[in-house]
């Protein structure tokens, strides 16, 4: 009997408008959990210190948060969900630590004696609960949203905004009360400003460090198809993240300013250092990727071989959408910015199935951004300058623009080899590569069936003064 694979969903009007009020609803839910923590920490600070400490608290989360984005360049992820990170942050994992701390805090006066409670709550209690609470978000986009890691650099990216969203929350706290507690002293100013040194520019990115350590495990967790491996790494990282907790708040409480400031220095510079050359070199290894997979999309006429060089490189991409915006607009500039997202999704799933480090859903979710870059294409030919303008002179004599009816076939030639398995059959066996590139050498597709070039291939070329794409 042979299985039948099921395509998407039809986009019924019910469908379409419970996929729009479930992201609606999650962002109200994630924001009334901000709103009431906020609420619950004014009533010991006032609403002078929720007013203070919510202005300081806004000065070094956009840096932190511009970090984090600009590290997302290559494969941006979606913005809603990108919110969603931060919300998750600031809402739901700040609120509720605020409860179960608050919580173990009372018992451990009760049980140990007044006082004990703040020391048991900072250095044993907080760690283990917050990290918990930050992490959450990183377990359920494995477990709901698996498609949306990609490898290390997506767990850093949204491990980093939920982190800078809890830490806004709580910054609102230690701002406000330094605030409410000195505001009839001489030195109010004086201590709200070195609160807001220490945690605005000595370290606003401490909790995106921590977490981070969750985010790295669950990157890794993400290439695994063994479902104790996932749990095993997952629960490592996690670990580490409640281990850099615990050791920044024990300096704070118990080695006193100069302890506190020799961790800071031997260990958390260190590390932040260290997660710096991380990124740095998990983007050179996406770009290599995406480098890898180019040639093969445009032997299957996925896209133009000419298309190639400003594909490759984050200047050569962001060159072509500073172009097209010049010439054709912010719009058209848009569209080529989701085909070049929706190039980069496709390198970097087919390179997993290469490694074999997907589930058998992997040949539904290869058809769909297959799909997805067709049509996020389509969207750019409907501007015919989007995909020219990057040649920043006028087009060479006897050019057309690229048609704007062009469709892709529906189905290869006859006799070509398959993009993928017939479905039914499981995508290759860790260690099997995939053939790559999908269609035979000889020649590709036919010229009817490719994507329109610029310039096609017997248009005369630039003069070599053009220098573009830049290597």
């Not at 010049?326 to 719009?331: A, F, I, L, N, Y």
């Not at 995939?434 to 003069?463: D, M, V, Y």
Request: aromatic content about 10%; overall charge positive; glycine content about 12%.
């Amino acid at each position: 009997m042979t299985a039948v694979a099921s395509g998407p969903p039809v986009p019924t009007p019910q469908r379409q408008r419970q996929l729009v009020l479930a992201p609606v609803l999650g962002l109200v839910a994630l924001s009334i959990c901000g709103l009431v923590a906020v609420a619950i920490v004014g009533t010991s600070i006032g609403t002078a210190g929720v007013v203070v400490g919510t202005v300081c608290a806004l000065l070094p989360v956009g840096p932190v948060v511009a970090t984090f984005l600009w590290v997302d360049r290559w494969e941006p992820e979606p913005p809603r969900l990108l919110l969603f990170a931060f919300l998750w942050g600031a809402g739901f994992a700040a609120l509720s630590s605020l409860i179960l701390n608050s919580t173990a805090s009372f018992f451990a006066d009760v049980a140990l004696g007044a006082g004990s409670g703040d020391v048991i709550g900072a250095v044993v209690v907080a760690p283990f609960v917050e990290e918990a609470m930050k992490g959450a978000f990183l377990v359920g986009l494995l477990l709901f949203r698996r498609r949306e890691f990609d490898g290390i650099t997506d767990g850093i990216v949204y491990a980093g905004l939920v982190g800078a969203g809890f830490a806004f929350t709580e910054n609102i706290l230690y701002l406000g009360s330094a605030f409410a507690e000195q505001q009839m002293m001489a030195g109010a100013s004086g201590a709200v400003l070195g609160t807001l040194f220490l945690r605005g520019v000595l370290s606003p990115f401490a909790h995106p460090l921590f977490t981070a350590m969750t985010g790295i495990a669950a990157g890794i967790a993400a290439s695994r198809r063994n479902v104790g491996s996932r749990i095993g790494i997952v629960l490592v990282g996690y670990a580490g993240a409640v281990l850099l907790h615990a050791l920044w708040n024990g300096s704070a409480t118990f080695l006193g300013g100069g302890g506190f400031f020799g961790v800071y220095l031997v260990i958390m510079v260190p590390l932040f250092v260290s997660l710096i050359g991380l990124v740095i070199w998990q983007r050179g290894r996406e770009q290599r990727i995406v480098a890898e997979q180019l040639p093969g999309f445009a032997q299957a006429g996925w896209i133009a071989a000419s298309e190639v060089p400003l594909l490759s490189s984050l200047a050569g991409r962001s060159g072509w959408r500073k172009a097209v915006k010049r010439r054709s607009g912010t719009e058209a500039a848009r569209a080529v910015g989701a085909y070049q997202a929706a190039v980069t999704e496709l390198a970097f799933l087919r390179a997993r199935i290469a490694r074999g480090s997907v589930s058998a859903s992997a040949a539904r979710w290869h058809d769909e951004l297959l799909r997805e870059l067709f049509a996020a294409r389509q969207r750019a030919i409907g501007n015919p300058e989007a995909l020219t303008a990057a040649w920043r002179l006028p087009p060479p004599p006897g050019w057309q623009p690229p048609p704007q009816q062009w469709r892709p076939p529906p189905t290869p030639p006859q006799g070509w080899a398959p993009a993928w398995p017939p479905p039914g059959r499981p995508p290759p066996s860790r260690g099997q590569p995939l053939r790559h590139p999908p269609w035979p050498q000889q020649g590709g597709p036919p010229p009817s069936q490719r994507p329109p070039e610029h310039p096609p291939r017997n248009a005369p070329q630039h003069p070599p003064q053009s220098r573009w794409p830049p290597r």
